[in-house]
């Protein structure tokens, strides 16, 4: 069975700095991979997702995400954070064709102003 | 917009109590899922269902169950809580054969005394 690993559990930085989340999923082939955000007191939405096709993937509030096949990878970018960013970052990856999602353990991200 | 509701915020139950957790979806999903949400173990898949009537147990069913008679409702049944079910709770829905975005609702926190 496909599993996911985010490789950071907490991440600290101040405003403006660059932001990488790591984001690996077990086997190949065909794969649908997503981003969710949970902000402080709301629910789970979506970030970015890929499906094919370029496998550099943009998500809102100048987020984004790379699908490197190679290395079983979809890492979460973000080039200069704000405090606002502060939440916590779900990867995951649809397993076989009912459309069960597959979730890492997340990562959450505290931002100092 | 896609609304995915939980019909409580908070609930405080006794140990032994049955409990009940409905989620109402109204995009017309196929699919409906049930995690529960843990610090540091991320989503974990209870049941989700693809039709009507249809069930599949997730990765953690035991001490749930599930029933879904109407397309837009996905009730969690707990039998008999235990305070090892203190937990969030969170409903999603997704299209079964395209997209597979998942919309989440808000989250029960459940708590078992």
């Known amino acids: 069975a496909q599993s996911v690993s985010q490789h950071n559990h907490h991440v600290i930085l101040s405003e403006a ?10 086997y190949g082939g065909t794969v649908n991979l997503f981003w969710y955000v949970q902000y402080p007191g709301q629910h789970l939405q ?6 094919s096709g370029d496998p550099l993937v943009k998500g809102i509030k100048g987020f984004e995400a790379e699908f490197i096949k190679s290395k079983f990878s979809f890492n979460l970018r973000k080039p200069s954070v704000q405090w606002s960013d502060t939440a916590e970052y779900f990867c995951a990856v649809k397993e ?5 999602l597959i979730f890492g353990q997340g990562t959450t991200l505290q931002v100092k102003p | 917009d896609v609304k995915v509701t939980q019909s409580s915020r908070y609930l405080v139950k006794r140990t032994g109590e049955k409990v009940f957790l409905e989620c109402v979806q ?17 989503l974990r898949l209870i049941y989700f269902s693809y039709d009507v009537k249809m069930k599949e147990k997730g990765d953690i ?4 169950s599930v029933s879904r008679e109407k397309k837009e409702r996905f009730s969690l049944i707990l039998e008999s809580a235990s305070t090892n079910q203190t937990s ?8 079964r054969h395209t997209s597979y975005e998942q919309y989440f609702g808000p989250g029960t926190r459940l708590t078992v005394t």
């Not at chain 1, 700095?17 to 077990?26: F, K, Q, R, T, V």
């Not at chain 2, 069913?61 to 749930?64: F, I, K, L, R």
């Open chain 2, 88 to 95: 969030m709770y969170l409903c999603a829905s997704s299209f």
């Open chain 1, 17 to 26: 700095a660059s932001l990488e989340l790591g984001c690996n999923y077990s």
């Open chain 2, 61 to 64: 069913p035991e001490g749930y």
């Open chain 1, 46 to 51: 979506l970030l970015l997702k890929y499906f």
């Open chain 2, 26 to 42: 109204d995009m017309d999903h196929e699919n409906m899922f049930w995690y529960r949400q843990d610090p540091g173990l991320g």
């Open chain 1, 96 to 100: 076989g064709n009912t459309g069960k």
